[in-house]
């Protein structure tokens, strides 16, 4: 089992650059897919980003792909995502979650989330 914690969110304007970290307790971290989903007042919960367990190979969404960078330290059980070019329409609760199962872009298999960390962009 793994122990989810977010922290990293906050206000900030538009433009702007936040990293999210997200710490895992558990021995297992290292075996996971890591991945960051965020859900907007009224939206559904999305998969932005995931991260293989080496760190070899990610997934982006389109909307953030060249503006957010997932990356792991299994050392330090930890993953991040660095979000830069921050717009409004970037604002969410942001959650971190761990996969057991080697399939980066499936939600389904997302078994451990943390409670989330909000972001908000403003214009």
């Known amino acids: 089992q793994v122990q989810l914690v977010e922290s990293g969110g906050g206000q900030v304007q538009a433009g702007g650059s936040l990293r999210l970290s997200c710490a895992a307790v558990?021995?297992?971290?290292?075996?996971?897919?890591m991945g960051w989903f965020r859900q907007a007042p009224g939206k559904e919960r999305e998969l932005v980003a995931a991260?293989?367990?080496?760190?070899?190979?990610?997934y982006y969404t389109d909307s953030i792909k060249g503006r957010f960078t997932i990356s792991r330290d299994n050392a330090k059980n930890t993953v991040y995502l660095q979000m830069g070019s921050l717009k409004p329409e970037d604002t969410a609760l942001y959650y971190c979650a761990a996969n057991p199962s080697p399939v980066l872009r499936e939600p389904s298999r997302y078994a451990y989330w943390g409670q989330g960390t909000q972001v908000t962009v403003s214009s």
């Open positions: 991260i293989s367990w080496s760190g070899g190979n990610t």
């Open positions: 558990g021995r297992t971290f290292s075996r996971h897919v």
